[in-house]
Every structure is written in structure tokens, then in C-alpha cells.
């Protein structure tokens, strides 16, 4: 492997990991935010209790994913200065925006809800944990900005070879962008969503502290079922935004390697990437269109057609991402995300029914599911970074270009196992932590004469 390779690795690494923690803060902040709120309207206490323990989960995740959060922007320095050079007249702009607007947003209300309690009134405490919310999806939005550019870049010309802000509305306001994030928040709250019904349903079947967990797992079924309508909306509207802003991508991911009018959707398909075919293709006639343009008819280009495009248009090279990544992580994240659609109207079936009569095990497949949105997450990144390549900006800077060109790749593999090694004993920290919290469950509430006697 050389420098362009490892560099690639390292960051695809270090990006996974730390978007393992980031849909979880979304979607733990809300639903504990939620769950405050309906203590404050009705003064039921068993909803204090929820945002509490459902708070302390968000806590122990909240604090990792920020550490790995920062080591990221010291990469742009480290194995991609060529990239921060080009495009750090327009990258930077987001990025110090969220740190001066959503983290700091962030850092002043989690102390307040941390150490508020009892001390601010219930609706002032309530607002900073509603605060939190807000800074984790600000901060999300300020970060997709920067990365929507890479994408579908706007708003800029370009000086001396370097692109250059000149239009702020077209950055934040890029079409990208308008299905990007949405679909990114959503996500996170699907993620947080089946955490609190999987680590639920776990203690329903052990019938400890019934109440509780049936309460959580209501608001996390509600929650989870408006997101998915989300996802799944949203993520049609991106799916036909990306056959015209990046058609290669759609073409690798339907292992399209021929332009089709009308377009047929790949049920099965395996390619021989070095003969530039497909070796097994089972499709949907027609399909393939109605998903691109809500009509039956409709021109799909394909991979073979889109190379010949590119290189009348950007000179010669090779412009075709790795079609089985992008063809199977699509079809990973789709599959998960009707699955848990499925498995969110189990769980309405669930707490549909008045005494809670859970006993079968399958029901730990609801548990078992809180991996789905992971799954999810991941692949749908890796489709969404992998299938724009070979550009790190779509069309003005390849990756081979960006990659900072005097590290020896010695030290690229120092620093990308030390990175690994790191990433991944915080990893196993996290996971301990959050499965010793959740196991353990929220403490029995207090009977009657306990309260009296105290």
C-alpha cells in the first residue's frame, strides 16, 4: 500500500469509529429531551427517572464521540494538506462555525443539565437539555455543509487554481446539502430510537420495572417510527438527486455498466470490475426509472457511457468507484432500513398490549436490532464517500492530488495503527460502558414507606 492508500485507510477508520457515536447523540438527546418535557407537562415522575437513566447512556457516549471527533480535523493537517490548501478558503468557514456556534452550544447546556438538577426550575432545566439537542443537530448541519461541498460544489470561483467563497446562501443552501441532512438527522434519531426500544424490551422480558420501560419504549416506538417515514422519504428524494449530480455513483451502485431507457433495478448482480461486466444480473424491468424519476420511462446513464463522458470532460484516468462496494453497502443499508421499519410496528404490536405479555425470547430480536442502524450508518456512508471517488471535490480535485505529498508512508502506518489501536480500545471502553449501564437497568423505584421513612 502506498501514502494515498494508507491515508484513505486512516481516515476511513477513524471516520467509521467516530460515526458509531455521532447518530446516537442525536437521537439519545432528543428522546431524552422528549422524555424531560413530558415530565415537566405532567409531573410524572417516572419520566425524571427516564431522563436520567436514558441521560446517563447519552453522557458515556456523548463524551467518546467527541474525543474522536477532534482527532479528525488535525488528519486534514497531518495526511492531507494538499485537500486543506485547495479547499480551505471554503472548508474552513463551516467548520469554525461549529465550533463557535454548536459545540460551544453544547459544552455550556450539558454542564447545566448535568449539574442542574434540583438547582433549576424544572422548565429552565428542561430548555438546556432541549439545548443539547439543538447543538448536536447544529453541529451536525455545519459539518454537512463543508461535506455537501465536496459533493456538489457551489457558491465559490476559482483563483489562482483554488476555489474561493464568494456566494455564503449557495454554500448552506446547496441542493445537496437539502436531502443530505435531513436524511443524516433522521438517521440519528433511528439510532437512538432502537437503543432505548432494544435495551427496553431486554428488561420487559425480565419484568423489571414493567412501568418504566414501557414508557420508554412508547416514546422510543413513536420516535422511531416518524424517522424511519423520514429516512426512507428523504433517502428517495437523495437517491434521485444523485442521478443527476452524480450519476456514477447511482450507475456503481445498481451495477448499471450500459445506459438503459427505461432503466431496470438490480435484484442480483455480480461484477467482473476488471472486464467492465456483469457476470450474474437479475433485474426489474422498468424500475430502476420509476426510483430516478417517478415515471416508468426514463434514461439511467451507465458506467461505460459516464467513463467516456468523464474523460471527454476531465482528460484521461479511470473515473469508476468500486462498484461492489457501492453496489452491496447500498443494498446493506436499504435492507436494514425496512427491516427495522418492519421491526418498529412489532414494537408498536408490543406496547399495544395492555399487561405487556412478552414472554417468547424472539422478542430479543428487538434487542438483537439496536446493531441495525449501525449497519446502516456505515454503509450508507461508505457508499456516500467511496462512490464519489475518485474526486475528494466532485470535479475540481482528485483524491490522489489531496494527499499531503512529502510523508513518507512509513509514518502514515505508524500513525494509522496507532490510531487503530486507540480507536479501538476507546471502542471497547464505550461498548463496556454502555452495556454495564444498560444491563444493570434503572434502580427499583422507591415503595410508599421508603419515601415515608425518608
Given amino acids: 500500500m502506498d501514502a494515498l492508500a494508507l491515508a484513505r485507510s486512516q481516515f476511513a477508520i477513524t471516520t467509521v469509529y467516530h460515526f458509531f457515536f ?35 447512556l447519552f453522557l458515556i457516549n456523548f463524551a467518546v464521540g467527541v474525543v474522536t471527533g477532534l482527532v479528525q480535523e488535525f488528519q486534514f493537517g497531518m495526511n492531507w494538506s494538499e485537500y486543506s490548501r485547495f479547499v480551505g478558503d471554503i472548508f474552513g468557514a463551516p467548520l469554525a462555525i461549529e465550533g463557535l456556534t454548536a459545540f ?25 437539555i432541549w439545548m443539547v439537542a439543538i447543538g448536536t443537530t447544529v453541529s451536525a ?51 437512538g430510537a432502537f437503543f432505548v ?48 449530480q452524480q450519476p456514477m455513483k447511482m450507475a456503481a451502485a445498481e451495477g448499471l455498466w450500459d445506459s ?33 424519476y417517478n ?25 469508476v468507484p468500486s462498484v461492489m462496494i457501492a453496489y452491496w453497502s447500498f443494498r446493506i443499508m436499504v435492507g436494514a432500513g425496512f427491516l427495522m421499519a418492519f421491526l418498529v410496528l412489532v414494537a408498536f404490536f408490543i406496547w399495544g398490549k395492555k399487561k405487556f405479555k412478552i414472554q417468547s425470547k424472539w422478542w430479543y430480536l428487538l434487542t438483537a436490532a439496536i446493531a441495525l442502524p449501525y ?14 471517488q475518485p474526486w475528494v471535490v466532485y470535479g475540481l480535485l482528485k483524491t490522489a492530488d489531496a494527499v499531503s505529498p512529502n510523508v513518507p508512508k512509513e509514518f502514515v502506518m505508524a500513525s494509522l495503527a496507532v490510531f487503530t489501536l486507540l480507536y479501538g480500545a476507546l471502542m471497547v471502553v464505550d461498548v463496556y460502558l454502555m452495556v454495564k449501564f444498560a444491563r444493570a437497568g434503572v434502580e427499583d423505584e422507591p415503595s410508599a414507606a421508603q419515601v415515608k421513612a425518608s
Fill in 260 to 292: 438503459e431507457d427505461p432503466a431496470s433495478l438490480s435484484l442480483i448482480t455480480i461484477s467482473d470490475e476488471e472486464a467492465g461486466e456483469a457476470t450474474v444480473d437479475v433485474r426489474i424491468p422498468n424500475a430502476l426509472s420509476f426510483l430516478a
Fill in 104 to 128: 460551544f452550544l453544547e459544552a455550556t447546556f450539558i454542564g447545566l443539565w448535568i449539574f442542574g438538577w434540583d438547582k433549576l426550575s424544572k422548565g429552565v432545566h428542561a430548555l438546556a
Fill in 22 to 56: 455521532v447518530p446516537l447523540t442525536i437521537g439519545l438527546s432528543l428522546i431524552t429531551a422528549i422524555m424531560e418535557t413530558i415530565y415537566v407537562r405532567k409531573g410524572d415522575e417516572t419520566y425524571k427517572r427516564m431522563a436520567k437513566f436514558w441521560g446517563k
Fill in 375 to 388: 449497519l446502516a450508518n456505515t454503509t450508507g456512508w461508505l457508499l456516500t464517500e467511496t462512490g464519489r
Fill in 197 to 244: 426500544i432494544g435495551i427496553s424490551v431486554f428488561h420487559l422480558l425480565k419484568k423489571k420495572n414493567v412501568d418504566f420501560y414501557a414508557k420508554s419504549l412508547k416514546v422510543a416506538s413513536v420516535v422511531a417510527l416518524i424517522s424511519i417515514g423520514g429516512v426512507i422519504l428523504v433517502g428517495h428524494a437523495q437517491a434521485q438527486l444523485m442521478v443527476k
Fill in 141 to 191: 448541519l455545519w459539518i454537512l455543509v463543508a461535506n455537501s461541498f465536496m459533493h456538489y460544489p457551489v457558491g465559490y470561483v476559482m483563483v489562482d487554481g483554488r476555489p474561493m467563497l464568494n456566494n455564503f446562501a449557495e454554500l448552506i443552501f446547496n441542493p445537496h446539502l437539502m436531502t443530505q441532512f435531513p436524511h443524516t438527522i433522521f438517521s440519528g434519531y433511528v439510532t
Fill in 295 to 319: 415515471t416508468f420511462t426514463g434514461e439511467v446513464r451507465g458506467i461505460h457511457q459516464l467513463q467516456e463522458e468523464y474523460e471527454e470532460l476531465y482528460g484521461p484516468g479511470n473515473y
